[in-house]
Each structure stands twice: as structure tokens, then as C-alpha cells.
């Protein structure tokens, strides 16, 4: 049984190689979830005049603005990143990723003041940003087609781990102690990423040939001393569609410079507004304000279980998500696990909103249901959250944009992406306080239906379709 295991899909030798490079890539997606996870247990603690860490306390305006900064570096991110792949290559861009990353902890440490944090969720923007851009396209590059969806949604797994292990060092690790142990993952991840070449479509526009031929030799796992001769006539005709496929988009960049033609057309626009909307439905939908409030969300419903305990719960259920969503996406495709996903939110978020609507404003006796319900609703929400609109996101939007006009249009559809994160951020908390979590949640079903709505009637299928 094991031996079929590690002999298939993934673990199939020819894409051995691929696994560990996407596994060494996402070491920074990990790092940047465990900062995520940080904030959920850690904002209660600063809001407290007894609890806190830290010689200063925070309101709930400046919390909120803790928790909608990271989007600002976010936008940043994104299209100085663009910039910097587009400009020096993917492998640059990975090694400039650990530099903010790094930043964050040490700003951690020694703040002096609520602006020290601010500054350092802005450092964990930049690295987000970044890491939206890059590594989707990156994995998508070395990915051969049949597990291309399967290894993009390690980047999901490993921000979720990543999420996991912040909810629990956050609830039980000293606030000084945790920067001094996470530091060392993004200097270990800058070693890693040495260890590995720049694609080989990037080394084919830049018109290095034969070091293309290594790359993809490398990343097939066919470059040893006896390569079988099945394995050299595949790799040779990869190849040779591979660099047929370059050196005509080249030609085509020659002859006809990015215009807004090029945005303008159906196909174009189609993909643009699918981009958009999964945007949309990743943000809106309201699991990302969930992630970062999610102890306050449980106080607000009166849980019997202690809020830290309910939100290590649900980084758990994240990572089963994430794992369920790497198995179905390559089989069943993606169409079908965005439309489960976007219905299952709507329906989980709805009857969250029902719940807290009970708990918040009327006094209806709860005690019943306190200790497993809340939990297992927001289990539910976050569990089909990431099988599809999370994990499945990035799969799609770089595999429905056309290649001329992919890496401006993945920025652009990123910087939203990072705009909405704000201004979900921003206003998550403020709406909690002053409407209630109820109407909160009811906002963020009706979101969900509508994108359920888009995905059905518009959304093509993806898999297995062509990223060159």
C-alpha cells in the first residue's frame, strides 16, 4: 500500500523533485502564516491593561488598524514583487521574500510602542504581497500539468500549518520568547532557496538555452548519469514545446507591445472579472477576518471552551481543509470545489450569524449548545473555505489569465485582493462593535451567495489546461 503510495501522483518519481522545491518555496508561506496566527490569541492579551506583554494597551481603533495594515504592505507587495520577477527572475524575488519576513520578529521583540507594530504587520504585508505573486506562478512553472494543481495548493497547506502553529505559541509561549524562535525559518528558507534553478521558461526568455535544458532536466528528475531513454525522449519533446511556445510569445511581444487591446477583449475580460470575483469571494466571504479575530469572534458568543482553545481548533480544521483540497483538485477539478465551497459559506455563515444573533441580543439560555456549537459552525465555515475559495484560488487565476497579459493582471487582481483584505480588516472589528456579529455574518453569507452565483453560471473548468 505504501509502495503504491510513494510510486503515485505526486510521489511518482518523475515529481519527486517538484515536491521538495514546492515544500522548500512554501518554507516562507509558513513563516508568514505563523505570523498571521499570532495576532488572533496575542490581540486580547494587548487590549488588556493586566494581561498585556508589553508596556503599552491598545483600543479597539488601533486594533483594528493592527489588523488592516498588513494589507497596506500587502499592495506594496504585490507590485514591487512583480516588478522585481519580472525585472531579475523568480529566484531573486524568492530570496527577497525572507527579508520583511525577518523584519517582523524583530520588530516583535523590542516594540516600543503600537507603531512597532503597525510597522511590522506592514513587514508581513510585503512578505503576503510578495508570496501571492511569486509563488503561484513559480510552482506553476516547474510543475509538470498533472500535479500542477495539487503541489500550488501546498502554498494554502503551508500558510494554514503555518496559522495552526501561531493560534498555539501565541496561547502558550511567552510574547518575547516566540520572535527568537521564529526568526531562524526565514533565514533557514533563504538557505533552501539556494538549493534549486530559475525555471526553465524564465531562463528561455532570457536566451540561456542550455542552462533551460538543465533546469527542466532538473526539475523532471531526469538529470542523472543513465537517464532511461523513455524518460529522455519525454523530457526532450517537453522541451521542445516548451521553447516553441516561448519563442513565439517573444515574437509576439516584439511585434506587438502590451496595449489596452490586450485587456480590452472578451477573453481577456472574462478572465480580469473571474479574477476579481475569486478575489472577492476569497476575502469577502469572511474567512481571512475570521483567521485574525477569531478569539474575539468565540468571546462575542459566550463559548463555554476557553476562546484560544476554540481557535487552535480551527487552525486544525484549516490544515484537514487544505489537505482534503490537494487530494480532490486535480481529480475533480476546480469548478466543483469553488461552487461546494462558496455554497458551504454561505450556509455556514448564515447560521453563525443566527447563532450569535440569539447569544448577543436576546436572552435565550445557550449554556446547551455554547460548549460544542459555535466551534463546530465555524469548523464547518473555515473546513469548506479552504477545499475551495482559499486553496483553489491562486490554481485558478493563474491558469484562466492569458499568458500576455498574465503578470500585469495577476498585480492588478493581487492589489485588490490586498485592498479588500484592508478593508475587510478594517471594518471586521468595527462592525462586530458597533452592529454586532450577527449582521457581520449575514454580510459575509450574502457575499458568498452571490459569488456561489458567478462561479456556476460563468466559471470554466481549468484543469489540466496549459499555463505557457
Same mark, same amino acid.
Given at each position: 500500500?505504501?509502495?503504491?503510495?510513494?510510486?503515485?501522483?505526486?510521489?511518482?518519481?518523475?515529481?519527486?523533485?517538484?515536491?521538495?522545491?514546492?515544500?522548500?518555496?512554501?518554507?516562507?508561506?509558513?513563516?508568514?502564516?505563523?505570523?498571521?496566527?499570532?495576532?488572533?490569541?496575542?490581540?486580547?492579551?494587548?487590549?488588556?491593561?493586566?494581561?498585556?506583554?508589553?508596556?503599552?494597551?491598545?483600543?479597539?481603533?488601533?486594533?483594528?488598524?493592527?489588523?488592516?495594515?498588513?494589507?497596506?504592505?500587502?499592495?506594496?507587495?504585490?507590485?514591487?514583487?512583480?516588478?522585481?520577477?519580472?525585472?531579475?527572475?523568480?529566484?531573486?524575488?524568492?530570496?527577497?521574500?525572507?527579508?520583511?519576513?525577518?523584519?517582523?520578529?524583530?520588530?516583535?521583540?523590542?516594540?516600543?510602542?503600537?507603531?512597532?507594530?503597525?510597522?511590522?504587520?506592514?513587514?508581513?504585508?510585503?512578505?503576503?504581497?510578495?508570496?501571492?505573486?511569486?509563488?503561484?506562478?513559480?510552482?506553476?512553472?516547474?510543475?509538470?500539468?498533472?500535479?500542477?494543481?495539487?503541489?500550488?495548493?501546498?502554498?494554502?497547506?503551508?500558510?494554514?500549518?503555518?496559522?495552526?502553529?501561531?493560534?498555539?505559541?501565541?496561547?502558550?509561549?511567552?510574547?518575547?520568547?516566540?520572535?527568537?524562535?521564529?526568526?531562524?525559518?526565514?533565514?533557514?528558507?533563504?538557505?533552501?532557496?539556494?538549493?534549486?534553478?530559475?525555471?526553465?521558461?524564465?531562463?528561455?526568455?532570457?536566451?540561456?538555452?542550455?542552462?533551460?535544458?538543465?533546469?527542466?532536466?532538473?526539475?523532471?528528475?531526469?538529470?542523472?548519469?543513465?537517464?532511461?531513454?523513455?524518460?529522455?525522449?519525454?523530457?526532450?519533446?517537453?522541451?521542445?514545446?516548451?521553447?516553441?511556445?516561448?519563442?513565439?510569445?517573444?515574437?509576439?511581444?516584439?511585434?506587438?507591445?502590451?496595449?489596452?487591446?490586450?485587456?480590452?477583449?472578451?477573453?481577456?475580460?472574462?478572465?480580469?472579472?473571474?479574477? #476579481? @470575483? =475569486?478575489?472577492? &469571494?476569497?476575502?469577502?466571504? +469572511? !474567512?481571512? /477576518? $475570521?483567521?485574525? *479575530?477569531?478569539?474575539?469572534?468565540?468571546?462575542?458568543?459566550?463559548?463555554?471552551?476557553?476562546?484560544?482553545?476554540?481557535?487552535?481548533?480551527?487552525?486544525?480544521?484549516?490544515?484537514?481543509?487544505?489537505?482534503?483540497?490537494?487530494?480532490?483538485?486535480?481529480?475533480?477539478?476546480?469548478?466543483?470545489? #469553488? @461552487? =461546494?465551497?462558496? &455554497?458551504?459559506?454561505?450556509? +455556514? !455563515?448564515? /447560521? $453563525?450569524?443566527? *447563532?450569535?444573533?440569539?447569544?448577543?441580543?436576546?436572552?435565550?439560555?445557550?449554556?446547551?449548545?455554547?460548549?460544542?456549537?459555535?466551534?463546530?459552525?465555524?469548523?464547518?465555515?473555515?473546513?469548506?473555505?479552504?477545499?475551495?475559495?482559499?486553496?483553489?484560488?491562486?490554481?485558478?487565476?493563474?491558469?484562466?489569465?492569458?499568458?500576455?497579459?498574465?503578470?500585469?493582471?495577476?498585480?492588478?487582481?493581487?492589489?485588490?485582493?490586498?485592498?479588500?483584505?484592508?478593508?475587510?480588516?478594517?471594518?471586521?472589528?468595527?462592525?462586530?462593535?458597533?452592529?454586532?456579529?450577527?449582521?457581520?455574518?449575514?454580510?459575509?453569507?450574502?457575499?458568498?451567495?452571490?459569488?456561489?452565483?458567478?462561479?456556476?453560471?460563468?466559471?470554466?473548468?481549468?484543469?489540466?489546461?496549459?499555463?505557457?
Amino acid at each position: 500500500m505504501w509502495f503504491n503510495i510513494f510510486n503515485s501522483g505526486i510521489f511518482y518519481k518523475d515529481f519527486r523533485r517538484q515536491l521538495l522545491v514546492t515544500l522548500s518555496a512554501t518554507l516562507i508561506t509558513f513563516c508568514h502564516g505563523i505570523g498571521l496566527g499570532w495576532l488572533s490569541p496575542m490581540l486580547p492579551l494587548l487590549q488588556s491593561k493586566d494581561e498585556t506583554p508589553l508596556s503599552f494597551v491598545i483600543d479597539v481603533h488601533q486594533a483594528s488598524w493592527l489588523g488592516a495594515v498588513i494589507s497596506l504592505g500587502g499592495v506594496t507587495g504585490n507590485f514591487f514583487f512583480s516588478y522585481l520577477m519580472n525585472r531579475f527572475g523568480r529566484k531573486v524575488s524568492l530570496y527577497v521574500l525572507a527579508i520583511p519576513n525577518t523584519c517582523i520578529w524583530f520588530l516583535f521583540y523590542f516594540a516600543q510602542s503600537v507603531e512597532w507594530l503597525y510597522v511590522a504587520r506592514v513587514c508581513a504585508g510585503l512578505t503576503g504581497g510578495g508570496m501571492f505573486v511569486v509563488l503561484p506562478i513559480f510552482i506553476g512553472e516547474i510543475a509538470d500539468n498533472s500535479v500542477r494543481g495539487r503541489l500550488c495548493s501546498f502554498f494554502t497547506l503551508a500558510i494554514n500549518t503555518g496559522i495552526f502553529i501561531g493560534f498555539i505559541i501565541s496561547s502558550y509561549v511567552p510574547y518575547h520568547v516566540i520572535p527568537c524562535a521564529v526568526v531562524a525559518l526565514p533565514l533557514l528558507y533563504l538557505f533552501m532557496s539556494t538549493r534549486f534553478p530559475e525555471p526553465p521558461q524564465q531562463l528561455l526568455r532570457w536566451g540561456r538555452e542550455e542552462e533551460a535544458q538543465q533546469s527542466l532536466k532538473y526539475y523532471r528528475n531526469c538529470d542523472g548519469p543513465t537517464p532511461s531513454a523513455e524518460a529522455q525522449r519525454g523530457y526532450q519533446k517537453q522541451f521542445d514545446e516548451m521553447r516553441q511556445a516561448i519563442q513565439a510569445q517573444l515574437k509576439e511581444q516584439n511585434n506587438e507591445s502590451l496595449t489596452l487591446a490586450d485587456f480590452c477583449n472578451k477573453t481577456a475580460v472574462k478572465a480580469i472579472v473571474t479574477g #476579481l @470575483v =475569486l478575489m472577492i &469571494a476569497n476575502i469577502f466571504t +469572511g !474567512t481571512f /477576518a $475570521f483567521i485574525n *479575530y477569531m478569539s474575539n469572534i468565540f468571546q462575542a458568543v459566550h463559548t463555554q471552551l476557553e476562546p484560544n482553545t476554540n481557535t487552535i481548533i480551527i487552525g486544525a480544521v484549516q490544515i484537514v481543509g487544505t489537505l482534503a483540497s490537494i487530494y480532490l483538485v486535480d481529480r475533480y477539478g476546480r469548478k466543483i470545489l #469553488l @461552487v =461546494l465551497s462558496c &455554497a458551504g459559506s454561505a450556509l +455556514g !455563515t448564515a /447560521a $453563525f450569524g443566527i *447563532y450569535a444573533f440569539y447569544a448577543e441580543e436576546t436572552e435565550v439560555d445557550l449554556s446547551a449548545f455554547s460548549a460544542w456549537l459555535p466551534v463546530t459552525i465555524m469548523a464547518f465555515i473555515i473546513f469548506v473555505a479552504n477545499v475551495g475559495v482559499i486553496s483553489v484560488t491562486m490554481v485558478v487565476l493563474v491558469e484562466v489569465l492569458p499568458y500576455k497579459i498574465r503578470a500585469v493582471a495577476t498585480s492588478a487582481c493581487l492589489g485588490c485582493l490586498s485592498f479588500f483584505a484592508f478593508t475587510s480588516l478594517k471594518v471586521f472589528p468595527l462592525m462586530m462593535h458597533y452592529l454586532g456579529l450577527a449582521a457581520t455574518m449575514w454580510g459575509c453569507a450574502a457575499v458568498s451567495a452571490l459569488c456561489l452565483f458567478y462561479v456556476s453560471v460563468f466559471l470554466e473548468e481549468t484543469k489540466g489546461r496549459s499555463i505557457i
